[in-house]
Each structure stands twice: as structure tokens, then as C-alpha cells.
């Protein structure tokens, strides 16, 4: 199942900024509206993939639960 977020573009001269209202560091540029929106995602992937890393290195040898959570906003 997707995740959800929203994303923001604004031009600014020739090029498009991105960045999503709920994550904070997820942010880009494209020449295009399109590519922008290609970039944004892989971002968002980027930044999520590390943060999952990180927490599974702080949490390595304890004993934790992890689960999914799912959250209707």
C-alpha cells in the first residue's frame, strides 16, 4: 500500500522546487514540473530507506517490536 504525502511546487524563474509539507528534508528541484515530481519521489524513498536504517542500527541487540501504523489524517 502507497504512503501518502503531500507535495508542494512553486516555480521559481526557470526551474520548479518540491518539497513535501509532512517530511521534513524532502525537498528538490527540476527543470520541469515532471521532473520535479520524479525527483521529489525519489527523495522521499531516499530519505524513508535511511531513516529505517538508522533506527534498525540504534535498536540492534534490543529487544524491540516493530510494526506497521497506520494513521487516517
Keep these: ?32 514540473l515532471e521532473e520535479a515530481r520524479e525527483n521529489l519521489k525519489e527523495a522521499v524513498q531516499l530519505i524513508i530507506e535511511a531513516n529505517r536504517e538508522l533506527a534498525r542500527r540504534e535498536t540492534r541487540g534490543k529487544t524491540v517490536i516493530r510494526e506497521d501504523l497506520l494513521v487516517a489524517v
Design 1 to 32: 500500500m502507497p504512503n501518502k504525502f503531500t507535495a508542494v511546487f512553486e516555480q521559481d524563474g526557470e526551474w520548479w522546487i518540491g518539497y513535501v509539507e509532512e517530511l521534513p528534508g524532502a525537498n528538490t528541484q527540476g527543470r520541469t
